[in-house]
């Protein structure tokens, strides 16, 4: 299992828009890096949901519950999606200055390529935000 972690401005697409909703096609990704890391997701990868405005701040977690596929949002181009299903919010949302403060994280994508809306985040330091969020024993499949 991969872990990743993707952008998403709340007032554009919220944290509890998704949990309400339950699933949702992860779509108009326009970067290519961040396009190979949607292709390179499999079913059952672990996602962090992040709010990349207002608190910027790791507040739940998502399944990847469909692999790449093309993208309908696109007019033009080579670009792809995936179906992410929203698993639980994480009790205490983990701040950027949080994770920024936290040495282990130090090399993490999200603060050396802070533009890049999705990412790959290694296994200790997806585990690692899971309890700085208060997380004991994260959602099984």
Do not use: C
């Amino acid at each position: 299992m991969n872990h990743w972690l993707v952008k998403q401005e709340p007032d554009a697409y919220s944290w509890d828009t998704f949990a309400k909703e339950g699933r949702t096609d992860w779509t108009g990704v326009r970067n290519y890096q961040a396009r190979n890391y949607l292709r390179a997701m499999t079913s059952g990868d672990r996602v962090l949901f992040y709010h990349s405005v207002g608190p910027r701040e790791v507040v739940g977690i998502a399944e990847v519950t469909r692999e790449a596929f093309p993208d309908p949002t696109a007019a033009k181009g080579d670009w792809s999606a995936v179906e992410l299903s929203a698993r639980e919010a994480l009790p205490r949302p983990v701040s950027l200055d949080a994770i920024k403060a936290d040495a282990a994280l130090a090399e993490l994508p999200l603060i050396r390529q802070s533009r890049l809306s999705v990412m790959p985040i290694p296994a200790k330091a997806y585990a690692r935000i899971l309890r700085m969020g208060g997380v004991k024993k994260p959602a099984q499949r």
